[in-house]
């Protein structure tokens, strides 16, 4: 009996050592981002330079695209939908720039989350986190002016066309 008992505690030790180790191991936690504040809505006018710089990215690919704009209230300044770009692209795009401004992040952070598995799943629970790359806040002077939104190529072609949109505004 006390033999078992030695084994027992024996074994119990190692299962804790091996957890220590285990730990010790996990690289740490990222810091949380900066939070960027929301600032006054994105004028039309830089609305309409952030959509040329989108547009002529797109079309300069081939790319058949919806582009949204919305301003730091939420609300739609301007949509573009290129020829032959399906249907189903205009609302994608409107999730993918709301996601960007509400959760003040990029939509590829959420696809990279969900692609990740385990713990990343959660993300499906967050109501409005579009993960597919497409969404990207647009900020002028450490501030959140307005989201922009592309959907109709593939991810990355949408974070393409979005990026310069949004760059357009440095």
Not at 70 to 96: C, I, P, R
Not at 117 to 139: D, F, K, M, T, W
Request: charged content about 15%; hydrophobic content about 45%; proline content about 7%.
């Amino acid at each position: 009996m006390r033999r078992i008992g030695t084994h027992l505690i024996v074994g119990l030790a190692c299962v804790a050592a091996h957890s220590v180790g285990a730990l010790a191991q996990q690289p740490a936690a990222p810091a949380p981002p900066p939070v960027v504040p929301y600032g006054a809505p994105i004028t039309f006018e830089a609305a309409k330079k952030a959509m040329a710089a989108a547009e002529a990215e797109a079309v300069k690919n081939g790319w058949p695209m919806a582009i949204v704009i919305l301003d730091s209230t939420g609300h739609t300044v301007m949509l573009h939908k290129l020829d032959n770009t399906q249907y189903g692209s205009l609302a994608a795009a409107e999730d993918k720039a709301r996601s960007a401004f509400n959760f003040r992040r990029p939509s590829k952070v959420f696809e990279d989350l969900l692609a990740q598995g385990g713990i990343g799943l959660r993300v499906l629970n967050l109501r409005g986190a579009y993960p597919i790359e497409g969404g990207i806040p647009i900020v002028v002077d450490g501030k959140i002016v307005g989201a922009i939104g592309v959907s109709g190529g593939t991810a990355p072609q949408d974070g393409q066309v979005a990026k310069v949109g949004a760059d357009a505004m440095k």
